[in-house]
């Protein structure tokens, strides 16, 4: 037996009511710190001592021990009222069989103390209950933010342990003599200590993986809604949550194409690791959907380095730490630059740099929960840094992955952390420098960073522009302190970031209002999940695209077509400055191409539509092509933008050219069309595979690299023999097949706004069946304006808008689209 709870029976005097609390003190057989105590109960259950009770008490004990604990408390304290601590509170005299005692002193907030609350701890003793982490899968709603610390320090629920060391371990320990010296206290209990150790403190944690060898334990889901993956429990000390590792080797990892940009999260129960400090004869336990798996001896572990059952393996997968300072280097300009950086050990640890997450918010959702500051890309955590950052890293072999968006070569190499070592440099290369192409990245729909965490996430992703989005949700309204009216500029200038607003109704569909000067409100409409429960429909799309265009602002279509309502009906009456693409589908893109064919002018943007930590800012992202004799601003960005010199990247970049003309431009061919040059590049960091040529949405022409490759280029004459438009995309095998690891898997493409081309006369083009639809849809937004629609009295009503008849300014531009698209359609004798 390591630890022996002693018999102090025959000196109990009192029961645990004599000890002041919100709830009853523990009392019979406890384990304190994973050891055992032995508690009396009812009348006789513990000593009290000093005051008017007895004078000194013997315990005999008759036995060796490494060491004696002692489960104590005081009744009262004047620490509060200006005493000093150190008081004596009581002598603990240890008298051995040779006859040898010693006195050992009992202070206030030293060997004992009385629970006084927080920043009150005794110095040489610990509470009785242990630090450990909280409940990882429940808790109160309230406790939500809290929660994110994954762990909360022991408070003392009745006692304080406290240890004391026997110098003379080998010789029998004859009584224990306790001598009050005036303060009220008790004694709860005494337990002996058999082992050379201190199971009260440890050295630091250490990552401990685990490997379960039956299959169908090891492919348990770990997640909050099953609650069957691994848990891995220690009684003598701590132990963090379990988090799955990776299941492919290093090798595998390095040569991954999609490097820098996170891999795929293993969601298994195995393998597995946590972070674990213990008392040598701590035992591990490995516990799944309740049931015991397996264990192992702390020490032992330790020892051994890999202990090896028929039901797991169990290895502590570190050999040591250094506090290491880390610079990445811009190799071009022999600078620290901003990027995001990620560190493992060979086994998948994370050792992120100090002030950042391994694993953000305990990988659960972080829907406007913890999203600053770090990015989660399935199974990696990333830190974004400004070119410097310290922190623990593991001896030996270290895995970095660095990346800093799209247009620098991601870093994802092993190095060596050798004993001592506190520096280390990383160097990144530019592959391309697009601003000095004058092409100008930016985010069009971003959701709950700060403006300067916008600013900060968008250094790391070399992104010039931020679009930072006020919106409601429900009755929750996010970055109304942000808003300024005007751009946040960096020192340098390369990044700009506006606060304005994304403006939001539930089928009629969202609005993203760049350069907002003034707030246009109200942000939302009409009931959940946008507007507030029990909301009315006051405003249309149209009449916030209005209110930004009359600040000099820009419009735009966020994740085109969803949701599918008015954005027809604005479209049709030109409201619409750019379409965002949010996901490579076959939908978005059809949509897309239906306006085109009916003959409207939508310059394409990409957005990410960040409203979590498991999306990078800037991952789909806006390029836009600024003239050289304009100097790059918001402005400017906004206005090239509008003139449709854009085009969409998820990770390539991308050239595009018709007979010299550039992307947003319109080439004039004379009667009857004719050939022309079509020339497409694409060059990328992630291997890409399919570029075409789209013209009236289907491809006319394609390159394809079945290995995939850095770069792709295609040249080709097309015949043209009436008015159409050609783009350029990008992407994996048969364009597609390639996803990131964010939470949307979104497709890594890229796809340019159009080149228009006129054929005799101005561009202009109306598919019927694209008008015919263009229609419905207006006639479908009329139908619940007028039949669903929640609407307030009008006799009790006073709206923003001022107008007497509320219904009247509802249909007011639907009835303008269609007046709109029926003079198309007669102009150009279609029928309807």
Same mark, same amino acid.
């Given at each position: ?108 907030? &030293? ?57 003379? &371990? ?342 993203? =209002? ?50 599918? /309502? ?35 002018? =939508? ?68 009667? /009857? ?160």
């Amino acid at each position: 037996m390591d630890y022996q709870p002693l018999d102090i029976d025959a000196a109990r005097n009192a029961s645990v009511s004599v000890i002041p609390g919100r709830q009853a003190a523990p009392r019979g057989f406890q384990r304190f710190h994973g050891l055992p105590f032995q508690i009396g109960d009812g009348e006789r259950a513990i000593i009290a001592l000093g005051g008017d009770s007895p004078g000194t008490v013997r315990i005999p004990v008759d036995c060796t021990a490494h060491s004696i604990l002692v489960a104590h408390r005081l009744l009262e304290s004047r620490i509060l009222e200006g005493a000093l601590p150190g008081g004596l509170v009581a002598t603990y005299r240890v008298t051995y069989a040779d006859g040898v005692t010693e006195d050992i002193p009992i202070r206030e907030r &030293f060997e004992i103390a009385a629970p006084l609350g927080w920043g009150q701890l005794p110095f040489a003793a610990v509470p009785d209950q242990k630090n450990a982490t909280i409940a990882r899968w429940e808790g109160r709603w309230g406790d939500a933010g809290h929660r994110q610390t994954e762990a909360e320090q022991g408070a003392s629920l009745a006692y304080f342990i406290w240890r004391w060391p026997n110098p003379r &371990f080998n010789i029998r320990v004859a009584s224990i003599d306790i001598v009050p010296a005036g303060p009220r206290f008790v004694v709860a209990a005494m337990t002996l200590g058999h082992i050379d150790e201190n199971p009260l403190t440890h050295s630091g944690a250490v990552p401990v993986r685990v490997d379960l060898k039956d299959p169908a334990i090891a492919a348990r889901p770990t997640d909050g809604a099953s609650r069957t993956g691994l848990d891995i429990q220690v009684d003598r000390g701590v132990a963090g949550y379990a988090f799955p590792l990776p299941t492919r080797s290093p090798d595998e990892f390095l040569a991954d194409g999609m490097a820098g940009w996170g891999e795929r999260q293993n969601p298994h129960a195995s393998p597995a690791y946590a972070e674990v400090a213990a008392a040598p004869s701590a035992t591990i336990a490995l516990v799944s959907n309740g049931e015991a798996i397996d264990a192992a001896r702390f020490g032992d572990l330790v020892e051994r380095r890999v202990i090896e059952t028929p039901r797991s393996r169990i290895a502590i997968v570190e050999q040591g730490r250094n506090w290491v300072e880390t610079v990445v280097i811009d190799d071009a300009i022999d600078r620290p630059v901003p990027c995001r950086v990620h560190f493992r050990s060979r086994d998948g640890v994370p050792y992120q740099p100090h002030g950042h997450h391994g694993h953000v918010n305990s990988n659960n959702g972080t829907w406007h929960i913890d999203i600053g500051g770090d990015l989660r890309l399935g199974q990696i955590s990333y830190a974004y840094i400004d070119g410097r950052c310290q922190g623990w890293l593991p001896r030996g072999e270290v895995i970095v992955d660095v990346a800093r968006g799209y247009e620098y070569e991601p870093l994802r190499q092993r190095v060596t952390i050798a004993p001592g070592q506190r520096r280390l440099e990383l160097r990144l290369r530019r592959m391309v420098d697009m601003n000095a192409r004058r092409w100008f990245s930016g985010d069009t729909h971003v959701h709950f960073l700060s403006t300067q965490g916008s600013h900060f996430e968008a250094r790391g992703e070399d992104l010039n522009v931020v679009n930072l989005l006020l919106s409601q949700w429900g009755n929750l309204f996010t970055n109304t302190e942000e808003f300024t009216g005007a751009p946040s500029i960096s020192r340098d200038g390369r990044t700009i970031v506006w606060a304005t607003q994304e403006n939001r109704q539930h089928l009629l569909g969202h609005l993203t =209002l760049l350069g907002l000067k003034e707030a246009v409100y109200p942000w939302c409409s009409d009931g959940p999940g946008e507007a507030e429960l029990g909301g009315t429909l006051d405003v249309t799309m149209s009449h916030w695209a209005d209110a930004c265009r009359a600040q000099g602002g820009t419009v735009i279509l966020p994740h085109l077509p969803n949701p599918n /309502g008015e954005p027809a009906a604005m479209i049709a009456t030109g409201r619409v400055d750019g379409v965002e693409m949010i996901r490579q589908a076959d939908y978005n893109h059809l949509e897309y191409y239906r306006y085109l064919n009916a003959g409207y002018r =939508l310059p394409l943007v990409g957005g990410t539509d960040k409203m979590s930590s498991d999306v990078a800012v800037g991952q789909y992202r806006t390029y836009v092509r600024i003239p050289a004799d304009e100097e790059f601003s918001y402005d400017s960005w906004c206005a090239n933008l509008k003139r449709g010199r854009t085009f969409l990247s998820g990770g390539p970049m991308i050239e595009f050219t018709v007979d010299g003309q550039e992307i947003g431009d319109t080439l004039r061919l004379t009667p /009857g069309g004719g050939s022309v040059e079509v020339v497409a590049r694409a060059t990328s960091t992630i291997p890409i595979h399919t570029l075409q040529i789209v013209e009236r949405g289907q491809v006319v022409a394609q390159t394809d690299d079945a290995a995939g490759s850095r770069r792709l280029e295609l040249r080709t004459r097309l015949t043209i023999e009436r008015h159409s438009w050609l783009c350029a995309r990008v992407s994996g095998p048969g364009y597609g097949g390639i996803t990131h690891h964010d939470c949307w898997t979104r497709g890594v493409f890229a796809h340019t706004s159009p080149i228009y081309l006129a054929v005799g006369g101005e561009w202009e083009m109306a598919d019927s069946a694209g008008l015919q639809y263009m229609l419905t849809m207006v006639d479908g937004s009329l139908k619940y304006i007028r039949d669903l629609s929640p609407r307030r009295p009008s006799e009790s009503t006073t709206h923003h808008h001022g107008e007497a008849d509320h219904q009247a300014y509802l249909e007011r531009p639907f009835l303008q689209a269609r007046e709109a698209l029926h003079r198309r359609m007669h102009a150009l004798g279609i029928g309807h």
